[in-house]
């Protein structure tokens, strides 16, 4: 099997004496035979050539940058560095919700605070309306005191506290079986990487002569690594480790981010798809956000009918897949993180990437019976969409400042949610998942609906939280409806199947069900409708997902240990009600809003601020029949 991070024996470093000074010649100028000049990071003639400047280490006989001790040292002081700030930052971040509430934030609202943090890559910094941490801190005085007993873990800590090394490429068939895990669960809804190319490297690794024309490329070392890494991450027995591939990849990754082009781009969004499946890595937010602006700076966000370019179709069909995974990628962090978006749906004219038989498709059009057979752009298209549509949530109802009037505020809404479900009439038919089983949520049939239902709780949730004009019975039951379908495709996919779990499936699937005991609590039109079995099973597959999620991730602990005693709560509530009759059901008369009101009190009896008392006054009033 080649390795590229090493040498033949034959050609042993060639060393050049410069005063008491040993100089290394670095490979490329070995093999053509000049002379090297030894300057860091890179000596003149790789400058010159602009290619990768790689040593052999004498003990190892691996290759490695010229600077590698320089940039292990740098890595070494920026962890040090994170982990005397990390716990500053979270307690910057607590502060500023405080003063904001008026009152102590409770655990809860800490906790949900770190899961948006983590989200964001453990970076304490803002959370806006949309975010899980806003939603909770909005509802958290009414169960304070249900949970004292559970400690959120604020420090960010990981398992593994030291940088992994890099590593060798795997053999050949290992390496085949993490790239097919790859392309056939991540690429059909991330799309930005072109397959053809990547497998002429990667057959090349199979001879050791031909592999040695990609070892001096940083690109193709890159991708082969990152790929690897992510496919690793997606395999319950991978057979090599995935921070390790990471590290590799990241060893090449200066020299394809100095250039401007659509190799820096992919580059930043491999990142990001690695970080939203991995405790470690840097924050998806951030690195799908400077993938977009990027794209922007290229013009990738404009029609290609508006450019003049002498590129090839494919290049260009490559540039709006590139363009719509950036977008699709910023968008969903963005809603988890309550986040502004940094380009709006507005502002692009791009259309959508071409699907294979469907030769005429038109920008921002769904796709239409002509279409014979859908195929991978097909469904990546449709995910296209709907991100589309959460972003002009996030965009027009949650990030406008100047919005002021309900009125304009509910027709936008209503608007969206004609638009959501113009968008789930024109579902495609269920795809196949891969031979080998999905891996990944989207490869799923449950995707679809659970990404609608997901959208109907953004685009409603700043009416269930709207203290002034409290939301209708149609608005609540919506909301219970879709977040109680949200948990039970949770619990079809992710649990006693090998699909893997992402932060933003864990904040989806967390909010889902806080939002459905929400609904319960303050609503009787909702316990009205609802059945103690129905409640009973709903609360199960969350918390069997969310104990399956803790089990993959210790951060993931808290929520779980949460949500069981909410659920638990809630259960009892239902239960103990005087008023529950033999076909399950619980009936709110005009005779038992005291009976309401003490369930309130029952979690929040060791006092409260002003203002959380008039918002559980607010709770009690909305139980009244109406």
């Not at 890559?121 to 806006?128: D, K």
């Not at 290609?304 to 950036?326: R, Y």
């Not at 589309?388 to 027009?396: A, D, E, W």
Request: with cysteine; net charge neutral.
């Amino acid at each position: 099997m080649p390795d590229p991070h090493s040498r033949p024996a034959k050609g042993a470093s060639r060393r050049l004496r410069t005063g008491s000074r040993t100089t290394v010649a670095c490979v490329s100028c070995k093999e053509r035979k000049l002379r090297c000049d030894d300057q860091a990071p890179a000596c003149t003639n790789c400058q010159r050539n602009k290619l990768a400047c790689l040593v052999e280490d004498p003990a190892t006989k691996r290759l490695q940058p010229r600077n590698y001790t320089a940039l292990l040292e740098h890595r070494v002081k920026l962890l040090e560095s994170a982990v005397r700030q990390l716990q500053p930052g979270v307690a910057q971040s607590r502060a500023r919700a405080a003063e904001g509430d008026g009152h102590e934030v409770s655990d809860l609202c800490s906790i949900m605070g770190v899961l948006s943090l983590n989200a964001a890559g453990a970076e304490p910094r803002f959370l806006g309306s949309s975010s899980a941490f806003a939603f909770t801190r909005f509802i958290s005085p009414s169960i304070r005191q249900l949970i004292p007993s559970i400690a959120p873990d604020l420090t960010g800590n990981r398992d593994q506290t030291v940088a992994p090394e890099p590593c060798l490429l795997p053999e050949y068939s290992t390496a085949v079986r993490l790239s097919n895990a790859y392309f056939q669960n991540i690429h059909p809804q991330y799309p930005f990487l072109d397959e053809a190319t990547f497998r002429i490297w990667e057959a090349a690794l199979k001879d050791p002569v031909t592999a040695m024309s990609i070892y001096y490329k940083p690109g193709p070392l890159f991708f082969l690594n990152m790929v690897y890494a992510i496919g690793a991450l997606l395999l319950p027995s991978p057979g090599c480790s995935p921070e390790q591939l990471y590290a590799s990849a990241l060893l090449y990754i200066d020299d394809i981010l100095c250039h401007d082009n659509i190799e820096s781009i992919q580059v930043l969004l491999c990142c990001a798809a690695y970080s939203l499946r991995s405790s470690q890595g840097t924050s998806h937010w951030k690195l799908a956000g400077q993938a977009l602006r990027q794209c922007v700076n290229l013009g990738y966000h404009r029609s290609s009918k508006h450019l003049l370019t002498n590129i090839s179709p494919k290049e260009q069909e490559l540039q709006k897949q590139v363009f719509w995974s950036a977008y699709q990628m910023e968008c969903a962090a963005a809603v988890m993180l309550g986040r502004p978006l940094s380009l709006r749906f507005e502002d692009i004219d791009a259309e959508f990437p071409k699907e294979d038989g469907d030769p005429e498709c038109e920008p921002k059009s769904p796709p239409t019976s002509t279409v014979k057979q859908p195929t991978m752009m097909t469904y990546a298209n449709h995910a296209f969409r709907i991100r589309s549509l959460q972003g002009c949530t996030q965009t027009q109802v949650y990030s406008d400042t100047t919005l002021q009037d309900p009125k304009i505020r509910q027709s936008r809404i209503n608007k969206l949610s004609t638009m959501l479900d113009d968008w789930k009439s024109s579902l495609p038919p269920p795809r196949s998942p891969p031979d080998t089983g999905a891996l990944s949520f989207f490869t799923t049939p449950d995707w679809y609906q659970a990404a609608y239902n997901h959208a109907i709780l953004h685009l409603h949730r700043v009416q269930l939280t709207n203290k002034k004009e409290p939301a209708s019975d149609a608005v609540v039951m919506k909301c219970l409806h879709a977040a109680k379908e949200v948990c039970h495709s949770f619990r079809r996919q992710f649990v006693g199947g090998p699909t893997t779990y992402t932060w933003s499936a864990l904040h989806e699937l967390f909010i889902a069900g806080l939002t459905y005991l929400y609904c319960l609590w303050t609503s009787a039109v909702a316990r009205t409708a609802s059945r103690l079995d129905q409640v009973s099973n709903t609360c199960t597959d969350c918390t069997m997902v969310l104990v399956v999620f803790a089990e993959r991730w210790r951060d993931a602990a808290p929520y779980r240990d949460i949500f069981q005693a909410l659920a638990s709560r809630t259960i009892t509530m239902i239960a103990d009600s005087p008023n529950y009759s033999s076909d399950g059901i619980i009936s709110v008369t005009e005779d038992d809003p005291g009976d309401v009101s003490q369930w309130m009190v029952d979690i929040a009896d060791t006092g409260v601020s002003l203002g959380a008392g008039q918002l559980l006054s607010e709770f009690v009033d909305g139980l009244s029949p109406r």
